[in-house]
């Protein structure tokens, strides 16, 4: 009985379809698919944590890195865009709009949206807020949901540098990596076990 589980659960990812991102499925080897990125004018970077990181143009704003993530069988599961950062809140806060609004002329309504200050006293201009932003105290995040995946935008802060990053998140490979780990979590518990008795 747990081999045919096991035959049907390869059968499905096999034939899983795909998220896309820049018409290119999330799928394959990290090698393949930051090839297809270079050919779409993304310009290799390097790697960081076995992470692929190219620089290039997307949606109208130059100079944005493109992060590759591999699960842990070695399938590109993640594609993450980061906007290049914002020195104040209008900028911050319009390059988040445009991108959640292109998202939304595309796919409709999202599965959910958060824009929110979370700060005991609102902040009211601009200099504040983007204070707020910079503080990580500025939760603006937009989710949408499909059979194939997910995708997400908000605005981030890294060491106060305020950007909006965009994600795109495999279902069925972010699903291989979970797998992948509830076996190696099996697989140390059985050790453990014999190493007891």
């Known amino acids: 009985m747990v081999l045919v589980f096991n035959v049907s659960n390869i059968f499905s990812q096999e034939n899983a379809k795909h998220l896309t991102f820049k018409g290119v499925e999330i799928d394959g080897t990290l090698d393949r698919f930051v090839s297809k990125m270079q050919q779409k004018g993304f310009t290799y970077i390097g790697e960081s944590s076995e992470v692929a990181i190219l620089n290039g143009n997307f949606a109208g704003y130059r100079d944005c890195n493109l992060y590759i993530y591999p699960n842990g069988k070695g399938n590109v599961y993640m594609a993450g865009v980061c906007f290049p950062t914002s020195s104040s ?3 911050l806060y319009s390059n988040y709009l445009s991108i959640k609004n292109m998202l939304l002329e595309k796919y409709g309504k999202p599965l959910f949206c958060t824009e929110r200050f979370n700060s005991t006293v609102e902040p009211r201009d601009d200099k504040s807020k983007f204070y ?3 503080m990580e105290r500025c939760e603006y995040k937009t989710v949408f949901y499909f059979e194939e995946g997910m995708i997400s935008v908000q605005i981030s ?15 069925s490979n972010s699903q291989e990596d979970k797998d992948a780990a ?3 979590f099996v697989k140390m518990l059985v050790v453990a076990l014999n190493n007891m008795y």
């Open 89 to 91: 809140w209008t900028v």
């Open 132 to 134: 707020e932003a910079q």
């Open 182 to 184: 509830k076996e190696d």
């Open 157 to 171: 802060t890294v060491q106060m540098r305020c950007y909006v990053s965009l994600t795109y998140s495999d279902r």
